[in-house]
Every structure is written in C-alpha cells, then in structure tokens.
C-alpha cells in the first residue's frame, strides 16, 4: 500500500507494515557512500604518488596529531549518546550529546590548524613538494567534511534548543550521526596512511 | 489490501497549491517528476541543437583541406565543447529526463522520493550548462578536449615551451566547474533514482517483474554513483594545480599526468556504459510492444546489465594503451575489454529474438529502435577492433575511435532517444506525433549518419588524426571528409524534420488516448497526460506484464507463463 | 508506406556493403596517403596484419547478425488478419548458445592480441641498433642521435632495415609519436621515458604525426622519417657531424650577421654559437635530451625539406636571391618560396607557434635566406 506522508510517498509491502529503514535513512546512506569513494579516490591518488616518488617523511611530531586523533575518535561516543537520546524522546541527553560532539569536532579542527601552522613554518606547503600537495589534499580534505560536520551537529543542537525533534521525528539528528561516524571512520584511514605509514615504511 | 483511494492523495495536490499558480511559476517551482523530467528532456535537446551546431561548424572547416573558416583556437574551443556538450548537456540530462518521467509511472510510485532534490538537480544541471555555454561570450570555451588531459589542462592557448608554470586564461577553469556541478547534479539524480526504484515500487512489483528500463536505471544510477568521484576528485586536484600551486600532475616537480587519465577514465569508461544502459532499456521496451510479444529473455537481458556494470569498471586503460603501461596491464585491460563484449552481445540476441517471430508494426518508434540495433552493432564492432592492442596503437586518437564513439552514441544513444521520444511523447503530451514526417525523418538519419560516420573508419585507417583543425591536400583525405560534412548535414535535415514535427504536433497532433500502442507496462494504465497523482489507484502487479494482465485477464502472463 | 520500407532496408544494406567495399580499395591503393594497410615495415605490418584478422571476424558477425535482423523484421511485418503471435519468454538453451558462440569469436580475437602484442618489440635487422632520443616540444620534434653526436628537428633520417630505437621525452605536454607505416602510436609523457622499437624496410620518406591533442596547433606538428640506403646514411651522418660553413656569398655573410644578431637567442648551428659534438647541446627533459635552446637546430637546414612540422615546404630552387629595382638583393619569386612566407611572419604560417620575432624587411630575409641556404 502506498501513502502520502509530509514530504515523500513511501509504500508498504504486502504485508501492511513497514518495511525496514525509512526512505531518508537510504538517501543518507547512498549520499555518504559517494562521499566515501570521493575519499577512496583521494586516497588512490596519494598512494599512487606516494609509490612513485617513495618515502615520504613529514618534518613534524606525531604527537599532536595522535591526540587529534583520540579527540576524534572519541567524540563518536556522544555522538552516539545523542542518537541513542532522542530515539527515547530524550531532550537533554540529546543536547548534551550533541555539545559534546561538536565540542570536540572543534579541538580536532583547532589542533588541525595548529599542525599546519607548524608544518607552514617548516616550509612544508602545499606548492613546496608534492608530499605536500598530497598531505594537505588528503588531511585538508577531511577537515572540511569534519567542518561540515560541525556545522551540521551545531544546527542539530539549535533546532534541538527550540525542541524541534521528537521521539519519532528527528531525521536531521540521524543523519548528522551517520555523517559523523563516516568522517571518523575516514580519518583512521586518513590517519594511518599520512602518519602511520613513514613509520612502517621507516 | 494494497489499494487505495482518490481521497487520500488529495492531500498531495493540496500542498502543492501552495507553491505560485501562474503557468510560469508552477513549472519554476514545480517538484512533480512528470513536469521536471520534461524540463530536462527540453533542455537537453537544446543543448543537442548547440552541440550540434558546434559539430556542424567542425564540419565545415573540415569539408576541404586547409580550411579557412575557423581559427585553430577557435576549432579547438568548439570540437572541446562539443563533445562535452553532447556527453555531459545533452545524452546525461536527456537519459535523466526520460527517467524521470517514466521510471515513477512504471514502478507505479506517484513520485519520485525525492521531489526537492530532484528539483534541485535540474536546476544545477540548467545553470551549469548556462555556465559551460557562458565561456563562449568571454572567448575562452575550453579547449583542452572533452576529457582534457594534464597537463595540458593546465596550461592555456599560445603558452609554448614555457609550459607548466603558465595558468592564465579560464577556459579550463569553466570546464573544471562545470563537470563539479553537473557531477553534483547527477549524484543527487542518481541517489533519488537509486532509493526511488529499491523503495517505492508498487506491491508485487519484485525487482524480478520491474520493466527492464527501470533495471537500466537503476544500473545506470549505481554506475553514476559509483564513478563520479574519480572525476570529481580529479577536477578539484586540477583546480588546486591550477590556483593554489600543488604539482599532482606536473611530472617535474613530482606529479603524473597519467594519474589524470586513471582518475579520468575511472570515470570515463563507466561514463559511455551510463550514456548507452538506459537506451538499451528503452529498446528493451519498445520492441515487444511492436512485435505484440514479451522481451525474449528478460532475466539474461536484466543481468547482462548488471554484469556490464561491473565490468565497466574494470577496463578504463583501454583508453590509454598508447601511454606506455607495462605489457601486463595491457593485456589485462585487452581481456576484460574483450569480455564486456559478451553480455552486449546477449542483449542484440536477445532483442532480435523479440522481433523474431513476432507481428511487427512498424511505427517511426520501432524503425528507431531496430536502426538502433542495426547501427549500434558497427559502433561495437568496431569497439571490439579498438580493444585489439596493437591495432589500437595505429588507430587510437585517430578518425577510427571518432567514427566508434559516434556509431554507438549517435547510432546508439541518440537512435533509441528518438524511438523513445516517438514512444513515450503520446503519454507525456496527449498527442501523437506524426508518422509520416517521423519516417522521413528516420531515413535521412539512417543515410546521415552512414554518409558521416562510415567514412571517418577508412580516414582512421589512412591515417587522419583527430582534433585537427586543418590537414594538407595531399593525403588522400580530401572526398571521404567532403562526404563526411554532407552527411552531417543530411543529420541536420532530419533533425530540422523533428522540430518540425514537434510544433506542428503540439498545435495539431492526432488525439493519442491513454494507450495508443496497446503497451504493456504501467505508465500507460494512466491517462494521457497523466495526474499529478499519477494513478488513481496503485495497481497491483503479479507479473512483467502488468497492463497486459490487465487488458488480457485470460491469457494474463501470470496464468500463463512460468516465471 | 508498405513496402519503400523493406526496398529502404536493402538499399541501405547496399549503401553500406559499397562503403565497405570502396573503403578497403581507398585503403589498399591510397598511394599517397600515411595508410596503415600499406606498411613499409616489420611493426606497422604485424598491426596491419592484425587489422584484416579482425575484419574478417567483424564482417562474419556483421553479416551474420544483420542479416537474421533483416529477415525477422521482413518476415514478421504485421500482414492483415495476422494471429497474435505465441508468447515466448525465453530459452534458456538458446541463451546458452548465444552466450558461448560469440566468446568463441571473441576468444580467437584475444589470442591474436596478446600474442602480438608481446611480439611486437622482436624485431631484428642490419648493424647495431640506433639509438634516438626524441623530443616533443610545442609544437615541432626533435631528434637527438645519442651515439652520434647530432641533432636534428622535424625530420628523421635513419638507414633502411636497422633497428631504430627511440626514446620518447617531452618539454611539456603529452604528444604521441606515430609514423602510420612503419609503427603504432607511443605517447610522449612528461616524466616518463617510453621506448619504441621500429625498423623500415623501404627508402622513402614517410610522413609522422603527434597523435595527442597537444594545444593550439597539434595539427600542425609533423615531422618526416627518410629512410636512406645505408651508404646514403653514412655520408649523410658524416655532413651532419660536421660544423656549419661559413658562407663566402657577400648576401650570406649579410644573412649570417643577421642571424647572430637576433636569430641565435632561439636556434642553435655548430660552428657558430654552439660548440661541435651534439652532447653538449643537450639538456635534461625528463630522461630525454635535446637543445636547450627554444626553437630547432638549423646547422645543416639547407639538406631539409620541409618547415615548421610540414607546414610548409622547402626547396633552395624556388628560393632564388636576386636583386629588386632598387639593387638591393630580394627573392625573385616570394610567392613560390615557403621560407620567405615563414620569415616574413611566422605566427600566420603557424599561429601561435614560439617563433616571436619583429618584423624583417625584405632585404633582411633574402639575406637570411641566402644564409640559411649556404648550411650544407
Ligand atoms: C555509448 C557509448 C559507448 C559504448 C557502448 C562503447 C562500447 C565499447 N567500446 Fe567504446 N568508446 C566510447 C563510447 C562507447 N563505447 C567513446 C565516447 C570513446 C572515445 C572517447 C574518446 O577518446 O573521446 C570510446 C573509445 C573506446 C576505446 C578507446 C579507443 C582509443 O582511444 O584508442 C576502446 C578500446 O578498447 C573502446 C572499446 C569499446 C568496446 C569493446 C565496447 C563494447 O561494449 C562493445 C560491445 C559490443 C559488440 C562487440 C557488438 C555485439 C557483439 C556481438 C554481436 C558478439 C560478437 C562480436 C565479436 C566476435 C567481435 N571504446
Ligand atoms: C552524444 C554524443 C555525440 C553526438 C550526438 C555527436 C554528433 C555529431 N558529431 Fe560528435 N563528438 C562527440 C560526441 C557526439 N557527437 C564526442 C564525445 C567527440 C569527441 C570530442 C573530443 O575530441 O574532445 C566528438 C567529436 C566529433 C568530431 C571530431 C572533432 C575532432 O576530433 O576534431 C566530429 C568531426 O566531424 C564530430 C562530428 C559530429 C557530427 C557531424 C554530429 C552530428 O550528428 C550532429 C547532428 C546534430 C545536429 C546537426 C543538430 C541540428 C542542428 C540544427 C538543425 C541547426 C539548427 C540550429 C538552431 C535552431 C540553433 N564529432
Ligand atoms: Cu603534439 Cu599533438
Ligand atoms: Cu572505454
């Protein structure tokens, strides 16, 4: 059966019930996957230079952007919280959730700048080598979408502070969870291949 | 259970209401898939009549050695420009189009499921076009080919020797910007394509019984989705080289230009399968109809689909064998080549095996559909003589590979856009156009593009480049382009036919009815044209043959056939 | 409107089977043209070869499938009072059929190629194999004799029947370096140093073309292999090795002045501003080498044929210096001589090539031409 509601027509299988996840949650899903094989190319790309040009060592510590790292890793555990809030018609633990998120989206970003400024003072630069046109490609890349990200849950936080999401409708709050595993889940690739390979490869 | 009445889709016509009620202002703001997939098809075929103005203008500087016509700048901006006007404004938007309006009466959805976005699609796709055509009124189309190597791309007209460090002038910029948008564009197309078709058929409608139009959609969509990050990532690395100074394509600081070509091609390749997949579905629907039989073979129709699909991804080199990769890799991209083959060729099989035995009516929509076959047989033919290596070294960037992609896009693609145009255009506009012209214009299509396509195979062989602008007297060239360019101009007679039988149509077209070729699938189970709303009640399906079913309940195919 | 259309079906097959037909005798017999079905050496001839194998195959199916098309489209036109016809799904054993006979075709194809393919490079001839760098600029070639010491540009000369093996560099862009008769295509990569085998096995001269769209004028960028009997080659390879003459002519003398004044910041001639032996003419491209100077090496240019990448050509005899009214020397007969169009403005022989000079009096260019025709 077939039905009208808000926005979009959904069916009904023969059944009469629902069938599994909602129309959106499909849109999100196939929206991030084409992000994820922008990234995929990114990452062929570095790789494919890296091969070619051989052993690529960044003049800088791996200290700062290990505890970026654990920043970003981490704040997936509100992110979730938050997810898991609302599902409940939760409203604080959702704020909350949400802050916290977006909280520590921002540090990643600000230890990000910080990283580069040290990098532009070693006269590591986008124009200096191709290392570093692939390392700020690559990272510079991901920081936008984190941007984005950012963005995106803060949105989520302000609607959610005029109490705009219910139990039953909070899509964006969904959605904004989804986005922000993906770019997580990026940066572990991201990360492993800038910092962790020069060290493998020694 | 799965019925529904008129009642409870008012409420959808009731919140469009909302939006402006003029006529203009209902269609600027309209989010309905019938009045937004005619919006593309309109456009794209204005987008036909410039990239065809721009072919008709090579043709003419071409029609006689050392022409005078054009300037070398100005033949490199239009030869450039048409093909990615032809590729990206007019084939993607014109495919998308018919999707759009015909995929949702198919699947008996009443929308697409994402009206907005889908509205939002258009829009870039038209303002993109806009802005790729805008290059012109600043003399700096681009000019670096339609898939525009690194580093050339990187450089500008008249840079000479100096080479990579010199970026002035827009022309690539506007083709680098114009492909993000239209990408972005195709993703959002494609994702709503994708969730539509997965989520919104009609019950009973299994993905086994949807008509095999939506199947190459669908398949298209997932292509689309799946190839235009490579060239999305390779225009924002161009970009970057050119604005920002990285070097991912300039070899001596580093950079490759091959590595534009993989990331290209990645894309390149699925791209021509995305160009052809919906045309095969809508031969794949129109055949039956006109041979008053079920597609022969729908399964191993549905499937070879599929099977191209992925093996569209593995064959990009083949576009670079002249590169220099090691011997390995090349008979690796000779083999799947080669095996991309097979499932195209199961497809012609199968059509013809429709037509075979059958009672066939010859409308002007099924002299397409079998020209179709007819010509896209040479196109691949001739593919499968470019995928033989070390022939390809002699004729890869020459007139061989033009008259190739010319065979199967315009013997293909644009063959079957017409047989669908003639098919669907009772269902979208009430009126059928007329038969008569149609067949005529069938005809001096089928003689144009003979007369300028076949010769560019024997130019190939003896040896004419492609993208020149001028070539000397004394090659043994100079008959077969004249040919060339007279036959382009028969194509442009045909096409002037069209347009003619389109307005006259329009004004004083026969009254169609709802099915006036007593059809099969869903969308003509609507009335011509059909509401808003699409149907009245969402039919239940139990086989491929719906609306068959429906017109022949004793002999309904779920009664009678064994699938 | 009943039967023009089956007429129309055998008409258009007849169009299409004369195309063909006229296509592969143009092809065969296109003396004049840089056919690839009229090869001249061991690689072109193998691709050729190739080239028939496939056609003989494609025009099977292309028969075959075309014809049982035209026969079903013919034989089940609708007639009057004609039953429906049976509903026939599907046959799964025909499928079967369908499927295997054609990967039979296809797999014959793939044999041939890859077997070709890899013996594509074992060619063998007279005497030791001669290496050339060759590199592309925008938008002229130029060829550099590594063992030999010379340079040369838009135009190759190699013995008849010896392996030439050349590596492909760039100064900018990607080109593509094809001779239609004797090989395929290589492009030539920025950054990569591809190699290309070949050998000719008849003397002639045989026209090249760079295949990759490479800008503004890619039409334009030509060069001529001569293929030269052995003993022509050696004396030629000896005339080239040596430094330019000094002309004695009083015009030449004029035109040399000339071409040191201004000429020499873009052309290089042995003898006078570059020193002799070719090695030291050259300069690093990306494992290639050539001049690193802008425009082509002219020490021996008076032996050349043709100008700029066969834009124009070049022959000392219609080039006659006299004299005009006014005694002072001038061409006899411009329209006739390619040089005097070239130096009188390059940029509207070649629009947009690198060649950037000011403008030269008529008396200027006899003089340099008098000049460029004393370098034996
Ligand atoms: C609609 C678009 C379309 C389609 C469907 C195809 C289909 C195919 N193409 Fe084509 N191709 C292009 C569009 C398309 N191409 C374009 C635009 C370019 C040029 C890009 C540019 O450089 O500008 C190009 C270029 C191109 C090249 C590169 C040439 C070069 O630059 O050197 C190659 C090389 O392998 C190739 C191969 C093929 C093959 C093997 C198929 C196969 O899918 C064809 C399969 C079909 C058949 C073979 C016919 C049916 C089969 C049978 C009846 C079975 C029996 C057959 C045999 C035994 C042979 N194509
Ligand atoms: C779908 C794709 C498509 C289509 C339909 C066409 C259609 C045509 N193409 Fe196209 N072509 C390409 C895709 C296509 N082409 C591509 C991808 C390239 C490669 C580009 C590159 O190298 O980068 C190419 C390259 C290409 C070349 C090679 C240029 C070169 O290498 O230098 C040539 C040369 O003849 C050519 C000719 C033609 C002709 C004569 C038509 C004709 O069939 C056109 C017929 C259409 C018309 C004639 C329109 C009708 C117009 C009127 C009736 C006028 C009325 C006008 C108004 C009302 C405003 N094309
Ligand atoms: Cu060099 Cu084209
Ligand atoms: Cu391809």
Not at chain 2, 167 to 186: C, E, H
Not at chain 2, 351 to 375: E, H, L, N, P, Q
Request: hydrophobic content about 50%.
């Amino acid at each position: 059966m077939s039905y009208a509601r808000g926005e979009q027509v959904g069916t009904i299988d023969e059944h009469g019930h629902e069938g599994g996840r909602s129309i959106n949650w499909w849109g999100m899903i196939f929206f991030i996957a084409s992000e994820a094989l922008i990234f995929a190319n990114f990452i062929a790309a570095y790789l494919y230079l890296e091969i070619r040009n051989g052993n690529w060592q960044l003049p800088s510590e791996l200290t700062y952007p290990l505890i970026n790292t654990g920043i970003l890793l981490a704040s997936s555990i509100p992110a979730r919280f938050a997810g898991a809030a609302i599902v409940k018609g939760n409203q604080r633990n959702l704020k909350i959730g949400l802050f916290f998120t977006a909280l520590m989206g921002a540090i990643f970003l600000g230890g990000q700048v910080y990283e580069y400024t040290g990098l532009f003072g070693n006269h590591f630069t986008p124009s200096a080598t191709i290392f570093g046109s692939s390392f700020f490609m690559l990272t510079g890349f991901h920081g936008l979408h984190v941007t984005v990200g950012v963005l995106f849950l803060v949105i989520c936080l302000l609607r959610s502070l005029r109490g705009d999401f219910t139990a039953k409708n909070h899509f964006a709050v969904q959605a904004a969870e989804m986005y922000w595993h993906f770019v997580d889940g990026v940066w572990i690739v991201v990360f492993s291949l800038v910092y962790l390979l020069p060290l493998i490869r020694g | 259970m799965a019925t529904r009445t008129i009642g409870e889709s008012i409420r959808l016509t009731k919140r469009r209401k909302s939006f402006s009620e003029s006529y203009i202002g209902e269609w600027i703001m309209t989010i309905d898939h019938k009045k937004l997939g005619i919006m593309y098809m309109v456009t794209a075929f204005f987008f036909f009549l410039v990239g065809g103005t721009e072919a008709l203008l090579v043709r003419t500087q071409l029609a006689v050695p050392d022409g005078k016509v054009l300037t070398a700048e100005i033949y490199n901006q239009l030869f450039t420009m048409h093909g990615t006007t032809m590729i990206f404004l007019f084939v993607m938007p014109m495919l998308t189009g018919f999707g759009n309006y015909v995929v949702p009466l198919m699947i008996g959805a009443r929308d697409m499921a994402f009206p907005r976005m889908n509205a939002f699609g258009y829009w870039v796709v038209l303002f993109g076009g806009l802005f790729l055509s805008a290059s012109f009124l600043f003399g700096q189309a681009p000019n670096a080919g339609w898939f525009n190597y690194a580093p050339l791309n990187e450089l500008t007209t008249g840079c000479g020797a100096t080479a990579v460090s010199c970026t002035t002038g827009l022309n690539t910029d506007f083709w680098a910007l114009g492909i993000l948008m239209l990408g972005v564009s195709s993703i959002a197309g494609s994702l709503n394509f994708v969730v539509t078709i997965l989520k919104m058929r009609a019950p009973g409608m299994t993905i086994n019984r949807m008509p095999l139009f939506t199947w190459m959609t669908l398949i298209t969509a997932f292509l689309l989705l799946f190839s235009l990050p490579s060239v999305t990532a390779a225009s924002i690395l161009l970009l970057l080289d050119r604005h920002i100074g990285t070097h991912f394509y300039q070899a001596g600081a580093g950079g490759d230009p091959l590595l534009w070509q993989h990331l290209f091609w990645s894309f390149g390749h699925p791209e021509v399968y995305i160009l052809i997949l919906p045309a095969f579905g809508m031969i794949s629907e129109i055949l039956p109809v006109f041979s008053r039989k079920p597609i022969f073979g729908y399964t191993f129709i549905a499937w070879s689909g599929v099977a191209i699909g992925f093996l569209s991804f593995t064959v990009w080199a083949h576009h670079m064998f002249a590169v220099g990769l090691p011997m390995v890799a090349q008979a690796f991209f000779a083999t799947s080549t080669t095996l991309i083959a097979i499932p195209t060729a199961v497809k012609i099989f199968n059509w013809i095996a429709t037509i075979y035995g059958g009672k066939v009516r010859f409308t002007a929509s099924m002299m397409f559909a079998v020209g179709f076959i007819a010509m896209f047989l040479i196109g691949g033919l001739n593919g499968a003589a470019l995928a033989v290596v070390p022939f390809d070294y002699q004729v890869t960037d020459t007139y061989f590979v033009i008259s190739h992609l010319h065979y199967v896009l315009f013997g293909g693609t644009v063959f079957a856009v017409f047989g669908g145009i003639f098919y669907w255009f009772p269902k979208i506009s009430g009126r059928l156009l007329n038969e008569r012209l149609g067949k005529w214009q069938f005809w001096l299509m089928l003689v144009g593009v003979n007369l300028t396509f076949f010769p560019m195979h024997i130019l190939g062989l003896l040896g004419m480049p492609r993208r020149v602008y001028t070539y000397a007297g004394n090659l043994g060239w100079n008959e077969l382009n004249l040919l060339s360019t007279i036959g382009a101009f028969i194509i442009a007679v045909s096409i002037m036919v069209f347009v003619w039988n389109f307005i006259v149509t329009l004004r004083s077209g026969e009254k169609a009815g709802d099915d006036p070729w007593d059809a099969y699938t869903l969308e003509w189970d609507t009335s011509s044209p059909p509401k808003a709303y699409n149907f009245e009640v969402i039919p239940t399906v139990r086989s491929r043959r719906p609306f068959y079913d429906k017109k022949n309940p004793d002999i309904a195919d779920w009664k009678t056939a064994t699938h | 409107m009943r039967m023009p259309k089956f007429r129309g079906v055998k008409r258009w097959g007849t169009i299409i089977s004369a195309l063909l037909l006229s296509s592969i005798l143009l092809a065969a017999c296109g003396e004049t043209s840089p056919s690839i079905l009229n090869p001249q050496g061991p690689v072109a001839s193998k691709e050729a070869g190739l080239f028939w194998f496939i056609l003989v195959v494609a025009t099977i199916v292309f028969v075959a499938v075309e014809s049982v098309l035209i026969y079903s489209i013919v034989r089940f036109r609708e007639r009057p009072n004609m039953p429906n016809p049976r509903q026939l799904h599907g046959n799964n054993t025909i499928e079967l059929i369908w499927t295997i006979v054609p990967s039979l075709f296809l797999f014959a194809v793939l044999i041939g190629t890859i077997y070709t393919m890899f013996n594509l490079n074992s060619i063998s001839g007279q005497g030791r194999i001669i290496d050339i760098k060759v590199v592309a600029h925008q938008w002229w070639w130029e060829f550099d004799y590594t063992n030999d010491n010379i340079v040369t540009a838009d135009e190759l000369v190699v013995p008849v029947g010896t392996v030439i093996r050349t590596t492909l560099a760039s100064s900018n862009v990607i080109h593509s370096f094809w001779i239609p008769q004797i090989t395929g295509k290589t492009d030539v990569v920025p950054g990569r140093a591809n190699e290309k085998l070949f050998r000719a096995d008849t003397p002639g001269t045989y026209l090249g073309i760079c295949t990759e769209y490479c800008g503004l004028q890619h039409a334009n960028m030509r060069f001529q292999l001569v293929v030269l009997p052995q003993a022509s080659y050696v004396s030629w390879l000896h005339n080239q090795q040596s430094a330019a003459q000094t002309p004695t002519d009083p015009n030449a003398t004029a035109g040399m002045k000339l071409f040191q004044g201004s000429c020499v910041a873009c052309h290089g001639i042995v003898g006078v501003n570059l020193q002799p032996g070719g090695q030291q003419l050259t300069a690093q491209y990306g494992g290639g080498s050539a001049t690193t100077l802008k425009g082509p090496n002219l020490t021996h240019f008076a032996t050349r044929t043709t100008i700029a990448g066969l834009v124009l050509t070049w022959n000392p005899q219609s080039c006659v210096v006299g004299t005009d009214s006014s005694g002072k020397p001038a061409i006899q007969n411009p329209a006739a001589c390619g040089l005097y169009k070239w130096l009188r403005d390059p940029q509207a022989v070649k629009p947009g090539n690198d060649m950037q000079i000011g403008k030269l009096s008529d008396t200027q260019i006899a003089q340099l031409i008098a000049y460029l025709e004393s370098l034996q």
